[in-house]
């Protein structure tokens, strides 16, 4: 069989780890490129070797000739775009946040389905070796049953240098970070029916929160807090870690700052070091979810060949999506939300 071809729309900061992550792929090979600015395609064009360069995805999907796209735009776009990819029947990846709300991605999920393609958001966190880890832990029973869980991510870390428009959204951390611990605690803890949250902004320069405190009723019992900050200043910064707690009913589980995993539990107390590869494109902070964007492709190709549903389907994803919109609105009401109401 020959490889498989795939197209990326997006050229900006983050598409060049998928551009790596694609070229490590033996059976995998982009053959076209688009971004609306001609720098953009330039420099991502010239360095991975891509001949094949559009500045209107209208024009890639007409000349067509892959198999699947891989849509690394920001938000504003996503939808017009997996919309596009739907109408030409070729299954697409979509970059996290899935769309700018909740009503744009159930349109997108449906017009996937009706067009038959399966549909992917590039939610990759949850594919981090420490996380993985950390399921591996729970699945073996190690700890018991789960029954309180904290996921937590608190950095001074200079985000908008790399992604200015972070700083300009009316919306930022939630929908930015705090969509991937989300997804992260969903993971682990499994759905979750209700959410209380509380939101601040620190940092003045900036438009949107950049703290955030989730309390999560997952549909098991477990209890979960998800909390993100980018404006916590630590002696150690630990930027893009992410931190979690379990407490089990025969254990419990910490993964702490460089990637040290404890389990104690009836067997006694073990230490490990759970650290990300430093792939040979990596840099470091950023290798962990470096080494997550290479996983979860991987997984995208490998599921597309068997043709089954990707684990962070867009179906599936509706579900994190859905608590992304309701902790925005139980801070704006200082309610909790059924999550019910929202899917
Ligand atoms: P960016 O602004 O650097 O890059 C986006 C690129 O898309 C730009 O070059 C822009 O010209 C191009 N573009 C936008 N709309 C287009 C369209 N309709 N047609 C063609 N080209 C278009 O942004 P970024 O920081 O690379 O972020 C891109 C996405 O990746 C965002 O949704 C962001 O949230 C996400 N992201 C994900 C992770 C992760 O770990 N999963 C990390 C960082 C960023």
Redesign the pocket.
Known sequence: MGKMKGAL???????VNQMHGWRDLADVKIVAI????PE?LRIVGDQFAVARRHQS?EDMFAEGGFDFVDI????G?HRA?VELAARHAVPAIC???FAPTLADAKAMVAAAEAAGIPLMI?E?FRWQTPILAVKAVLDSGAIGDPFWGRVSFRSGFDVFSG?P?LAKGKRFIIE?LGIHSLDIARFLFGDAGRMTARTRRINPDIAGEDVATMLLDHDNGVTSIVDVSYATRLPEEPFPETFVEIDGSAGTLRLGKDYTLTVHGAAGTARSVVAPALLPWASRPWHN?QESVALIQKHWAERLAEGREPDTSGRDNLKTFALVEAAYLSAERGETVAIADLL
Not at 10 to 15: I, P
Not at 72 to 75: F, G, L
């Open positions: 729309i997006g050229c900006g900061f983050f598409a688009c971004d609306r600015d953009r995805a690394a735009t920001t938000v776009s775009l970059q996290k946040p590039h990759n992604q428009y930015d979810i």
